[in-house]
T-cell receptor
Framework: AQSVSQHNHHVILSEAASLELGCNYSYGGTVNLFWYVQYPGQHLQLLLK??????LVKGIKGFEAEFIKSKFSFNLRKPSVQWSDTAEYFC?????????????FGSGTRLSIRP | KAGVTQTPRYLIKTRGQQVTLSCSPI?????VSWYQQTPGQGLQFLFEYFSETQRNKGNFPGRFSGRQFSNSRSEMNVSTLELGDSALYLC????????????FGQGTRLTVV
């Protein structure tokens, strides 16, 4: 069965530190990839998405992610985090050409930023 | 443009009761999907509707059902509530039903006591 793995359940960083959150998926076909963020008490928001083209995608708030097909990975990065980045981050995979609803989510990574 | 609207935001129900949750998608979006979010299981897909037809269904018991109306608004129903149904129920809408991103509502927090 297809699955999405997020390696870190809880990451604690100081402000200005660099961030990399890992995401791996298991599916051999075409995929569309997403990172969503859920700030405390708020709804899921799309950070960035990959459908095709340049495997390095830039999202909102200075986040970027790189799709490495050979590694089945889509890691999220930010060069310098801020206290306001404290949130839960979800990697998600949509199986290619499938319904928009067939999105498989990772278990999430809680990011805590020390001011 | 208004986002995805879910009502109510919070709900407390007793075991054995039933509940109906509502979702209004972004204007023009025709696909609505539902997810259950719990601390233990994360985000799990419930079902998806497009043009009033259920297109996909997740691995949930028959107590969970839904429907979509001609204006794309959707409802989900849970009958014979169990304690384990306590969760945040999220609705997401998409422009079409394939190969597009989903936009999420704020969710309905259901507590079963």
């Amino acid at each position: 069965a297809q699955s999405v793995s997020q390696h870190n359940h809880h990451v604690i960083l100081s402000e200005a530190a660099s961030l990399e959150l890992g995401c791996n998926y298991s599916y051999g076909g075409t995929v569309n990839l997403f990172w969503y963020v859920q700030y405390p008490g708020q709804h899921l928001q799309l950070l960035l998405k990959y459908f095709s083209g340049d495997p390095l995608v830039k999202g909102i708030k200075g986040f970027e992610a790189e799709f490495i097909k050979s590694k089945f990975s889509f890691n999220l990065r930010k060069p310098s985090v801020q206290w306001s980045d404290t949130a839960e981050y979800f990697c998600a995979v949509m199986l290619g050409y499938s319904s928009a609803s067939k999105i498989i989510f990772g278990s999430g990574t809680r990011l805590s930023i020390r001011p | 443009k208004a986002g995805v609207t879910q009502t109510p935001r919070y709900l407390i129900k007793t075991r054995g009761q039933q509940v109906t949750l509502s979702c209004s998608p972004i204007s023009g979006h025709r696909s609505v999907s539902w997810y259950q979010q719990t601390p233990g299981q994360g985000l799990q897909f419930l079902f998806e509707y497009f043009s009033e037809t259920q297109r996909n269904k997740g691995n949930f018991p028959g107590r969970f059902s839904g429907r979509q109306f001609s204006n794309s608004r959707s409802e989900m129903n849970v009958s014979t509530l169990e304690l384990g149904d306590s969760a945040l129920y999220l609705c997401a809408s998409s422009l079409v039903w394939t190969n597009t991103e989903a936009f999420f509502g704020q969710g309905t927090r259901l507590t079963v006591v």
